[in-house]
């Protein structure tokens, strides 16, 4: 299987690569997208530091999905990271290549290359525990965000511990702290012979420290070698020095002979290594702290000459010549040796919450004394973090709303007074959090202008596993970091900004932002997940998540037709959804707004994971209504229960302790934890706050439930001070400014501010004359849709006719509880009824129904 077959392959979505070498160009510009072609949705890349610098000053500017969509990331040793590894991964098995191509064009295409791949099927248990061997060995590489990937792979369901614990003489090399690859196959091989090694190799060393250790550890005598003389650092007396009958068969550079292949040939049988150990000292035989590489390598313990056939035509001993003949005594000159950075570099990212800077660098002997970043044009001090100094943070960037990965100039002074600089690209840890559900929230954006049975089929199912995700909670971590914790944070309540002034600000956004998201200084707050379906679109859903015009050059690479696929869209005619398609979308959301905010769930879910949760009911709603899937009145319910639900309900929970609303128990069970500060992040940042008012203006109210019911929505949400605890005007608008362009929303804002104080003076005023009003309207007649109120139980809406009398029961849905309960007629009083005969509560109800006539 060809590499670019392998990516292409689907149904694989987790990728994890190995490289010595890599070109972010040249990934991003074939190798990733033949990977999202095969469902690709997390990829994490681990290079090596020493080969990476220059290619990642070239790619500045140019690359768009580097620290986006993909993570690539350095060991943290400072041992060479030269194997090579692609390894795809999902619930139905796994893929597995090993050769000796690194991830540049080079690797892919110009060289002579060499490479294996077999597929990982979960009813093969000895196929499993080496895919399990595989990953384990992998692990100790990965650091920071991308230490989840192994764990991720390893918690897939088809691999279980019992898999894992199989003994299995699996037939993987792979270098580590304990062992080097001779020491490996010394022990697998133990008692063998063999007579003659044939090879392949994309360089050496001086003396043919490998050859030497073949010769003693299994009696090898003779060595034919294919390489090209310009890579080879043998040495002519070093060779000579050998008890070993050395030949040479000398290749071109053009193509580059990159492969690494050994064929051990013995009286009885046979056997083949290959993968990215090249013939040296450093491959094979020294240790990771001692100038020792990491290599995988595939071992083939019996093998027939006639399988391998192609590659010994190569190793055809009449091309063979002399070493005298090839090499000279004195050896190739050393290249200079290479200056170890006075800094290295393991992660520079945002975070995904908060947005601050954080820089981790690897311990070193050399102490630091200041750290600046210089990212788009401007200048950030960061601090350390930690008593090692390895840990540094800033406050938030002011990223420029770009297409391209962002770069940024690491200045580092040392208390030696001197000055180190790198170019290190920028993880936007909130855009890689969403990678791995990202092609599904895309599924879903097209429930909004879904077309054929197969892509609602499609969406149905992704809506599903969405689901799942958000309850599960793997996708959503919590943050490792933020703001620190202020003394007495257990007890703290939210120092909100004044919505008033929130709401001034909005209001001067200039229309050149309606309908653009604004280009230029940033300072932006992260759009997590599910909530990017609330700030898009609907009609105009993303076809894909790549740039349809990176490949357009580029005669060799199967073109994404996306203008086609767009034209082709807009003119085709869209398909009704089936009503089983219907039904199903409705009993999912019905069991997703129940579990949601059930008890067990509020208990026990991360403040990230609640976000989500509130969001994806208002979001199916939205796109669901537009697109034909539910009716005004269902998408008004849905949006109407979630936000009671999430403002209003009475919750009391295990220890007897009450609660208004879903939001207020979280973000109390966060302050108990004393990690209230994260919560402030995550639900206090101004986007939750926008989100739920562009909401309410996406729903046709007035042929449903009336602008009385989103006005109490619109009070609840301006009269709850964690969603607006952090929020900043200019960032708000920096994210979503784009729709606050439209004169709707920023006059529903203002309403809410006058509409939120009118609510509390229309209860004020009913509970004072409850006993008086409710005896008044005995023998009148409750209307459905009617609001009703009781001081218990705060405001209700009637559901059906009924007249108001004694022993008559009549069903109310409750914004306290979110529910449908059913109540004597005469419980509550009718506030229609009552404003009716009492001048104060008609004037506060037509407030409340008409703020901008006021």
Known sequence: MNPRAFCREEGYETALILTYSFDPLFFERIVLRDLWTGGMNECVVVADQHALEDAIVRAAGQVRYLGRRYRLITPLGDARQHAKLMLRAGPSGALVWVGSGNLTFGGWGDNKELATAWRIDPADRLAVALFAALVENIAPLLHGGAEQMAKKLLDLPWLSNSNRTIPTDYGVLFSNKEETLSTQLAQRW??????????????????????????????????????????????????????????????????????????????????????????SAAAWLAPLNAGGNTELAVVYDHCEPKQIGAILRILDKKAAVA????????????????????????????????????????????????????????????????????????????????????????????????????????????????????RRILSIERLGASSTQSEQRQIINDIAEVARAIFSGKEFHEPDFARKTRKGDEDATPQAVDPHDLVRSIEQIPERHAGQ??????????????????????????????????????????????????????????????????????????????????????????????????????????????GNWIDDSTAVDWVSRTLDKLLNIHISDENGDKYKGAIDLIQKRYAKQRRFAIAEDILGNGVLWSALVRVLTQLNWEETKGNLVRAFHLADIFDTPILYAHADSKAILNTVGAYWGGETAKRLLKEAAVTASHVKQLEECLAKGFPGLREQQRGCEHQGGDLVYNPKSGFGWVKETARIEAKRKIDIYLRHNGEVRCFMCDFYCNVYLAAKNTSEINRLLEKIKSPSNY
Not at 543 to 553: R, V, W
Not at 560 to 573: C, L, Q, S, V
């Open 517 to 626: 998201h604004q280009v230029g200084q940033g300072n932006s707050l992260p759009i997590h997940g599910i909530m990017r379906l609330l700030f898009e679109d609907p009609r105009n859903p993303e076809i894909q998540d790549f740039d349809e015009d990176l490949f357009e050059e580029d005669e060799t690479v199967i073109q994404p037709d996306n203008k086609a696929i767009k034209k082709e869209r807009k003119t085709r005619k869209q398909e009704e959804p089936s009503e089983t398609f219907k039904n199903r979308l409705e009993e999912q959301m019905e069991d997703f707004i129940e579990h949601a905010f059930s008890l067990k769930f509020l208990s026990d879910c991360t403040a990230m994971q609640f976000l989500q949760a509130t969001v994806f009911p208002l979001a199916i709603a939205i796109r669901g209504k537009i």
């Open 323 to 438: 070493i005298e003949d090839v090499f000279e005594a004195t050896g190739k000159e050393k290249p200079p040796t290479e200056e170890k950075a006075a800094v290295r570099v393991l992660e520079f990212s945002a975070h995904g919450v908060t947005g601050d800077l954080r820089l981790v660098i690897a311990p070193s002997k050399k102490k630091i004394a200041r750290v600046t970043a210089f990212l788009d044009d401007f200048e950030y001090e960061l601090a350390a973090h930690d008593k090692d100094g390895c840990v540094f943070t800033g406050g938030r960037p002011d990223l420029m709303l770009k297409t391209s990965t962002h770069f940024a100039r690491l200045v580092f002074e040392l208390h030696d007074g001197s000055v180190y600089e790198t170019l290190r690209w920028l993880d936007e840890e909130n855009e890689l959090a969403q990678s791995s559900l990202r």
């Open 190 to 279: 133990k008692g063998r012979r063999f007579h003659t090694i044939k090879l392949l190799t994309g360089s050496t060393d001086e003396r043919g420290a490998f050859l030497e250790w073949a010769a003693h550890t299994f009696g090898v005598k003779k060595a034919l070698i294919g390489l090209n003389p310009e890579n080879s650092a043998f040495n002519l007396n070093m060779l000579k020095k050998l008890s070993m009958d050395i030949q040479i068969i000398p290749m071109p550079a053009n193509p580059m002979p990159h492969a690494k292949f050994y064929y051990f040939e013995g009286k009885k049988d046979s056997a083949v290594i290959m993968g990215s150990a090249n013939c």
